[in-house]
């Protein structure tokens, strides 16, 4: 369900960015925080089945996922928090904080070319 509900998300995002560059999206990358768990194929599924039939069918979609970070409370440094071995990776102590989640983001959407456009019609 949750990967359902953040296609959609990122299907209408596309969307409306496509609608302003008057181009066919190919790909789109998002990101996404450590703790959102979300399934890639569930989301590249439930994405595919959203853009059938739509301008975005056929689109690429490539998540990232981010890590973990947290911040030392001893010399107040951010860094990735490895789950194997959870401690500042400046100072070693054990002593941190979890940030909060990076949302998951849109971070780029490559359209098609002008070049590409000349054998396809729209
Ligand atoms: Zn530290």
Redesign the pocket.
Same mark, same amino acid.
């Given at each position: 369900m949750h990967e359902t509900m953040l296609a959609q998300n990122i299907a209408a995002a596309i969307r409306s960015e496509a609608d302003k560059q008057e181009g066919r999206p190919l790909t789109a990358k998002i990101s996404c925080g450590f703790l959102s768990a979300v399934n890639d194929e569930l989301l590249q599924e439930a994405f595919g089945f959203i853009c059938k039939g739509t301008s975005l069918e056929g689109m690429k979609l490539y998540i990232e996922h981010r890590p973990m970070r947290g911040v @030392?409370k &001893?010399?107040s &440094?951010e860094f990735n928090v490895e789950l194997s071995n959870p401690k @500042?990776a #400046? @100072?070693?102590?054990e002593d #941190?904080e979890l940030l909060p989640e990076t949302p998951t983001i849109l971070e780029e959407i490559e359209f098609e070319t002008a070049k590409n456009n000349e054998n396809k019609s729209r």
């Open positions: @030392c &001893k010399c &440094k @500042c #400046f @100072c070693g102590s #941190f």
